[in-house]
Nanobody, 121 residues
Framework: QVNLVESGGGSVQAGGSLKLSCAAS????????MGWFRQAPGKEREGVAA???????HYPDSVKGRFTVSRDNAKSTLYLQMNSLKPEDTAMYYC???????????????WGQGTQVTVSS
């Protein structure tokens, strides 16, 4: 069983920054492929970042250049640095883990409970 707990969400004005954290069960980051997703009310869940066991990362065009995923294996924590935030980034943000490389597809097996990000104009 993998436990994932997100934190760091909040309210920010457009153009601002937030850094999300995802505390994972021990050894998760060394073993699992990880992703960050978001879901706004009435919309489908979409991937915003994926990181593979090495250093390879993947982003959709909507956040490329603004969001950066990273991890600290020693702290078993995954991060999502979000800069130049826009109102359309408002959503619940989730981290996810899977033994298979799911990329930006919301088909990961393990999910956290989410943290809310609200960007005002």
């Amino acid at each position: 069983q993998v436990n994932l707990v997100e934190s760091g969400g909040g309210s920010v004005q457009a153009g601002g920054s937030l850094k999300l954290s995802c505390a994972a069960s021990e050894y998760t980051l060394n073993t699992y492929f990880m992703g960050w997703f978001r879901q706004a009310p009435g919309k489908e869940r979409e991937g915003v970042a994926a990181i593979y066991k090495g250093a390879y990362t993947h982003y959709p065009d909507s956040v490329k250049g603004r969001f950066t995923v990273s991890r600290d294996n020693a702290k078993s924590t995954l991060y999502l640095q979000m800069n130049s935030l826009k109102p359309e980034d408002t959503a619940m943000y989730y981290c996810a883990a899977d033994l298979a490389p799911r990329g930006l597809s919301p088909t990961y097996k393990y999910w956290g409970q989410g943290t809310q990000v609200t960007v005002s104009s």
